[in-house]
């Protein structure tokens, strides 16, 4: 009864996360003053090449790193383009200077910074933010970190980050948005829109370089900087979408990435370069190379030494060197042996300048050392940075309502080595400060001002894993165990931290053994073995293999690595201020044994059978996850009802309209994600038994309803062939609409022949 009113509210959305993400890229009414912009920009790049000696040319091409006297130098002798890693505006100012006075073309230097997930005002890491399935979060945080960073003179930030990756062993899968390209292109477009605006040479915004091209989270074993040696159809349906979703919404950087694919680095490779990025996706930024990757062209042995390397990547497409200096110093050489055309030299420079306008930095080569504490960590973006941690926060397990606590409980321990830790920054955490962290028992103790709130770590996380001890926990039976005890026994209820420390996570911190590191999950155990309420928060940067938690706590909350509001988010999420809704963008192994485990991997000829032991599956366990992709409880619950399709046939060129109502069937406001599905059951290659083609977090107040709809076109359906084409294939297409990738409504519809 109580539904059916809520249903006759019902509203009806028409717009799915696939058609938002196309209207803005669309140009607006400024089509014509963008054109005549871009005519000027180029007649000027035009002009000033005019001018440029070959030393000159090279030198654009030339990426240094830090504000040493190398940099200064280099800035003062016009023998550089660019410079990173320098992130105070009077230093930036100086250097600047150094270039405009100093040199004789008094072409301006582009600053760049990796502007990850935020500049000084900390948001989570990647992972995290594609965990709220909200594109507005990688929005919040973008536009804050693009003012922050341009504010001291940054214009260009490596980012964002975009590797899709089926490996939680790879350390830096805390970057990017999870396995799923789609999630991870809708993400990627509104990071690149926020970060640029409509016009990156506005004061507040930067060039977005969208890294790492490509299928950099491809490493084979997770291990980091390994090799990727993956098919063309799994490369443009898995890796690519994210990076060409970037290129679409604008992005005017792409950096290449350390890895080969099928034996090419990218960085030398002229398929990703040339004939993929520019050919089939017109990109006409600038091309820069990752941290000496044209350096490392020799070592992956592709070249015999600088010149040979540097002939390479330039050949393969690359404009710009970032920190080796091959092109630099051998260019001259390469072009008078004819191994490099100057027209090719020239583009490059021409690729370099073309930014340099655009940026603004020709006309306003310094910034307002004045104006920057003004612009930066303002109290409406530690707000948003708040917002964005609470949005990406996963209930993973809640039984019997363990969550959320009662404010009213008058003693809470907080346990763990990051109950009290400042190590929540995360990986990439820009010029974040440790001193602006908001840990978990701050944020506790904060929600509930007169609890008697204790903390008691029990054991620290001290390294980052390789030479250096991961944890340092005593056996249980010392006495950080048994403090930990104590604090438990005497509480109305413990909230257990743990998890990675933040080193544990990000780049060259790949894992052989993903489970809670050192000895947390004893430290789990004492608390439970006391008998009293307790829950558990996950700080990680990366999928973690804890059946044993799961299987020990009554609730567990994914908080990740979420910036300096982590502490007051969990806290909002822990005493429901916040109702959680964010959902798993990555699978969770139980055992490090499944990986790479996904959902939208394709089928096998002998799917998992319980009763037959020659089908694809494991001697020693199951090969399900703990938790799947697309995962993640709230404090309410909902129900889905009425899937239907607008039409039983699609022509390959049109769309299908799938609608689904979904009902707030609990007695508190809360959000869901709903989750859109395909799976093209015969096709000419093996298809994901499962794709995401669109989603919408709604929130819904107790007992309402909204009806979803969603697009479902050629994009959704489609795919790239081993041939490299996109084909659309007629016949069958399944339709889920669930709450996770498992379960779900089903239905189906028909793609009419050409
Ligand atoms: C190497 C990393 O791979 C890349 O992501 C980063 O942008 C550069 N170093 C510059 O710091």
Known sequence: MHIRSARSRALTVIVSACALALAAMIPGSGGAVASSKAADIESKVNALLAKMTTDEKLAQLQQMVGGGTDVQEAAKAGKVGAVFGVTDAAQVNQIQRLAMEGSRLRIPILFGYDTIHGFRTTFPIGLAEAASFDPAVATADYTVAARESAAVGIKQIFSPMVDVSHEPRWGRIAEGSGEDPYLGAVMAAAKVRAAQGRDYGAPDKVMAEVKHFAAYGGAEGGRDYNQVDISESALRNLYLPPYKAAVEAGADGVMTSFNTVGGVPATGSRQLLTEILRGEWGFRGLIDSDYTAVQELIPHGVAADGADAARVALNAGLDMEMVSTNIATTGKQLLAEHKVSMSRVNDAVRNVLRVKFKAGIFEHPFVDEAAVPGKTMRPADVAAARAAAARSMVLLKNDNGALPLSTSVSK??????????????????????????????????????????????????????????????????EPGFEDVKDAADDADVTVVVVGEASGQSGEAASRQNIDLPGRQQALIDAVKATGKPFVVVLVNGRPLTIPAAHDASPAILEAWFGGIQTGNAVADVLFGKVNPGAKLPVTFPRYVGQVPLYYNHTRTGRPEDPNS??????????????????????????????????????????AVTASVTVTNTGSRAGDEVVQLYVNDPVATIAQPVKRLVGFQRVTLAPGASQTLRFRIDRDSVGFYGNDGKFVVEPGQINVYAGASSEGGLTSSFTIAPR
């Open 412 to 477: 809470i321990a907080v346990v763990g080595p990051l109950a009290d830790s400042d190590d929540l920054l995360g990986p990439w955490s820009g010029i974040g400060r440790r001193g602006d962290v908001v840990t978990v028992a701050d944020g506790i103790r904060g929600a509930v001002p007169n609890a008697d709130v204790t903390v008691t770590p029990g054991c620290a996380i001290t390294g980052d894993g390789f030479d250096t001890p991961v944890n340092n926990c005593p056996e249980p039976t």
């Open 613 to 654: 032991k020659w089908t694809s599956k494991y001697a020693d366990g199951s090969s399900s996850p703990l938790y799947p992709f697309g995962h993640g409880l709230s404090y309410t619950s909902f129900r889905l009802s009425d899937l239907s399709l607008s039409a039983g046939t699609m022509r390959p060129n049109g």
